[in-house]
């Protein structure tokens, strides 16, 4: 297998391969919350990049989880938190998400020959499907606004140590080193680690600093959603 890190959508081009797998991460908080909403019976999750289609598929009556910046757009069903989708908002039903970065993030490797969405919550089972895919892994860590943030880097690095531990690597490039090293330093207390950073003080700001020690947790959510290319949506199999 091989395994790259992309820190920030803005550099996926620079990545970008023929049948490459990627894994869209946004562990704060939009990934996690999308595994929260298929692990509560979410039927399918149609990720658009703009308010505009959001508020389109509002007027045809979809479910609409939409959020900017942290907040919950006021149009909007629920926000961006893995508490918002409820099995009783969210079961058999087929609802839209758009969030300031991982549907940005989606829509950037929507092409991609597999898109997975990887988050802390469903890691395990995250793994053994891409050792089961094999070939060429790519982390594409959603970040903030196209910039590095930490908390994706560290889930990049606690994916890279789990792979390493059950699969054989080619070579490790300089990025997935880089979170291999950062996740070495946050492990023992990533919450701890976390609350420097800028996108927790952002939750903090935004009265939703609780998402965070859900969105640190191992195998919360086990599924794995993928994008159906052909449907236009993510769904679990």
Same mark, same amino acid.
Not at 77 to 82: A, H, I, L, R, V
Not at 95 to 118: M, R
Not at 160 to 182: F, G, N, T, W, Y
């Given at each position: 297998?091989?395994?790259?890190?992309?820190?920030?959508?803005?550099?996926?081009? $620079?990545?970008?391969?023929?049948?490459?797998?990627?894994?869209?991460? %946004?562990?704060?908080?939009?990934?996690?919350?999308?595994?929260?909403?298929? $692990?509560? /019976?979410?039927?399918?999750?149609?990720?658009?990049? /703009?308010?505009? %289609?959001?508020?389109?598929?509002?007027?045809?009556?979809?479910?609409? =989880?939409?959020?900017?910046?942290?907040?919950?757009?006021? &149009?909007? %069903?629920? =926000?961006?938190?893995?508490?918002?989708?409820? $099995?009783?908002?969210?079961?058999?039903?087929?609802?839209?998400?758009?969030?300031?970065?991982?549907?940005?993030?989606?829509?950037?490797?929507?092409?991609?020959?597999?898109?997975?969405? /990887?988050?802390?919550?469903?890691?395990?089972? *995250?793994?053994?499907?891409? +050792?089961?895919? =094999?070939?060429?892994?790519?982390?594409?860590?959603? =970040?903030?606004?196209?910039?590095?943030? +930490?908390?994706?880097?560290? &889930?990049?690095?606690? &994916?890279?140590?789990? *792979?390493?531990?059950?699969?054989?690597?080619?070579?490790?490039?300089?990025?997935?080193? +880089?979170?291999?090293?950062?996740?070495?330093?946050?492990? $023992?207390?990533?919450? %701890? &680690?976390?609350?420097?950073?800028?996108?927790?003080?952002?939750?903090?700001?935004?009265?939703?600093?609780?998402?965070?020690?859900?969105?640190?947790?191992?195998?919360?959510?086990?599924?794995?959603?993928?994008?159906?290319?052909?449907?236009?949506?993510?769904?679990?199999?």
């Amino acid at each position: 297998m091989e395994l790259e890190v992309c820190l920030s959508p803005a550099l996926y081009p $620079a990545y970008r391969q023929e049948n490459d797998r990627v894994i869209v991460v %946004d562990v704060f908080r939009a990934t996690t919350t999308i595994c929260a909403a298929f $692990a509560n /019976g979410a039927r399918a999750i149609i990720p658009v990049a /703009g308010i505009q %289609d959001a508020e389109r598929y509002k007027a045809q009556g979809f479910p609409v =989880g939409a959020e900017r910046n942290a907040r919950k757009c006021d &149009f909007a %069903d629920f =926000g961006n938190s893995p508490f918002d989708v409820t $099995a009783e908002k969210v079961g058999g039903k087929t609802i839209v998400f758009t969030t300031t970065n991982g549907t940005q993030a989606v829509e950037a490797a929507k092409d991609s020959a597999y898109l997975l969405i /990887g988050a802390f919550s469903n890691i395990d089972v *995250l793994m053994e499907k891409s +050792i089961e895919f =094999g070939g060429r892994v790519v982390i594409l860590c959603a =970040g903030w606004n196209n910039r590095i943030n +930490i908390e994706d880097t560290l &889930f990049a690095g606690a &994916f890279a140590e789990k *792979l390493i531990q059950k699969a054989v690597i080619r070579r490790l490039p300089d990025s997935v080193r +880089i979170a291999l090293h950062l996740w070495e330093k946050a492990k $023992a207390d990533p919450l %701890d &680690f976390v609350k420097q950073t800028e996108h927790y003080q952002r939750l903090i700001a935004n009265h939703a600093e609780t998402d965070a020690p859900f969105c640190l947790q191992h195998d919360t959510c086990p599924v794995v959603p993928y994008y159906d290319k052909e449907k236009g949506w993510l769904s679990v199999s």
